[in-house]
T-cell receptor, first 113, second 110 residues
């Protein structure tokens, strides 16, 4: 089955700096890679996603990159703000099968003033 | 209108008890899931149902029994609760790649 690794497990940045979270996946059949943000006591919420036919996608201050050959994908947050503080999860899915969304182990991002 | 709703939000119970968590989605999705999030925040799939049929059953103790009376509902019954069952349980539904999560049920076994 799919295995998703995520690094780092914790990340502390100063407000205004950039944050990068990296993930690797094992199943080359995975073709959909979403990122979720989970605030304390809340549900995971989708913030951005990328499909395997795209190398990069951007939405305001967040961007994702995908390297299919290396099976790497990354989340980039620029100009971080205190409200970006949360746990971020990457995930991988093969949309062509009745498979499950497999999550990475999460990154706790702390944006300090 | 809440898209995926779970009840109860909090559940505190003693070891050995049997409890159920209910989930309902009004999105018309065909597939529903139960995920467990432990104290380290790891999110792990437990079960998946597609149109009331069980399609994924991860290595979960058979004290956990999901039931899907129709494609809009997926309930989770847990027998003989153990301390290690304490976690947040998230229900989710999907259509294709679009997943929507419920707000979670925090289960505490004492």
């Amino acid at each position: 089955g799919e295995n998703v690794e995520q690094h780092p497990s914790t990340l502390s940045v100063q407000e205004g700096d950039s944050a990068v979270i990296k993930c690797t996946y094992s199943d080359s059949a995975s073709n959909y890679f979403p990122w979720y943000k989970q605030e304390l006591g809340k549900r995971p919420q989708l913030i951005i996603d990328i499909r395997s036919n795209v190398g990069e996608k951007k939405d305001q201050r967040i961007a994702v990159t995908l390297n299919k050959t290396a099976k790497h994908f990354s989340l980039h947050i620029t100009e971080t703000q205190p409200e970006d503080s949360a746990v971020y999860f990457c995930a991988a899915l093969n949309t062509g099968t009745a498979s499950k969304l497999t999550f990475g182990t999460g990154t706790r991002l702390q944006v300090t003033l | 209108d809440t898209a995926v709703s779970q009840t109860p939000k909090y559940l505190v119970t003693q070891m050995g008890n049997d409890k159920s968590i209910k989930c309902e989605q009004n999105l018309g999705h065909d597939t529903m899931y139960w995920y467990k999030q432990d104290s380290k925040k790891f999110l792990k799939i437990m079960f998946s149902y597609n149109n009331k049929e069980l399609i994924i059953n991860e290595t979960v103790p058979n004290r956990f029994s999901p039931k899907s009376p129709d494609k809009a509902h997926l309930n989770l019954h847990i027998n003989s609760l153990e301390l290690g069952d304490s976690a947040v349980y998230f229900c989710a539904s999907s259509h294709g790649a679009g997943y929507t999560f419920g707000s979670g049920t925090r289960l505490t076994v004492v």
